[in-house]
């Protein structure tokens, strides 16, 4: 069975820590996605990248930047966490957008 | 900019009850619509998709949808719900004229509740 996985469910960080979260495809995908899930917002894209060392921002970048060395893996980085970026955290890749996207189980964030 | 909206933020229904969830577009263009479906704790699965073709889609788990172009809605339905359905629900909306990269755009979520 294919996967996307978020090295982390849980993760609690003090303000100002640098955060990392990881995410791992096996399915070769060229495509990844970070989002974020907050009640009442939907998901809200923060980075993608469609190929190996590229990236792009989405919707909601500001405090967030991403790493993406090797195809399989997609980080993203919190500079300098902060409490109004408690949320959950998804990742997702795709082969192309018609087979819609594969989303890992999430890593919710608390920062105090 | 495209959009997608979620009518009903919560939805309540009894058990073996036939459930229907709105989702609603804004996109002059040709589109692909998707429904996922989160289950508490877990990331999102994708339910089904319209890409083209027959306008009725269905999908995993029973469920159905029906894209309607001069209505610009995707909404999902399933005539009896069970209590495993009980989840949020999510329409996505992709506008195909950017390459295999392109963002899909979400909605807000239809929390679906199931009463025994």
């Known amino acids: 069975d294919v996967k996307v996985t978020q090295s982390s469910r849980y993760l609690v960080k003090r303000t100002g820590e640098k955060v990392f979260l990881e995410c791992v495809q096996d399915?070769?995908?060229?495509?990844m996605f970070w989002y974020r899930q907050d009640p009442g917002l939907g998901l809200r894209l923060i980075y993608f990248s469609y190929d190996v060392k590229m990236k792009e921002k989405g919707d909601i970048p500001e405090g967030y930047s991403v790493s993406r060395e090797k195809k399989e893996r997609f980080s993203l980085i919190l500079e300098s966490a902060s409490t109004n970026q408690t949320s959950m955290y998804l990742c997702a890749s795709s082969s192309g957008t018609e087979h819609g996207y594969t989303f890992g189980s999430g890593t919710r964030l608390t920062v105090v | 900019a495209q959009s997608v909206t979620q009518l009903d933020s919560q939805v309540p229904v009894f058990e073996e009850a036939p459930v229907e969830l709105r989702c609603n577009y804004s996109?002059?263009?040709?589109?692909?619509l998707f429904w996922y479906v989160q289950y508490p704790n877990q990331g999102l699965q994708l339910l089904l998709k319209?890409?083209?073709?027959?306008?009725l889609v269905k999908g995993i788990n029973g469920f159905e949808a029906e894209f309607n172009k001069s209505q610009t809605s995707f909404h999902l339905r399933k005539p009896s719900v069970h209590i495993s359905d009980t989840a949020e629900y999510f329409c996505a909306v992709y506008r195909g004229l950017w390459s295999s990269a392109s963002k899909i755009i979400f909605g807000s979520g239809t929390r679906l509740s199931i009463r025994p």
């Open positions: 319209y890409l083209s073709g027959s306008t």
């Open positions: 399915m070769d995908h060229e495509n």
């Open positions: 996109s002059s263009v040709s589109v692909y």
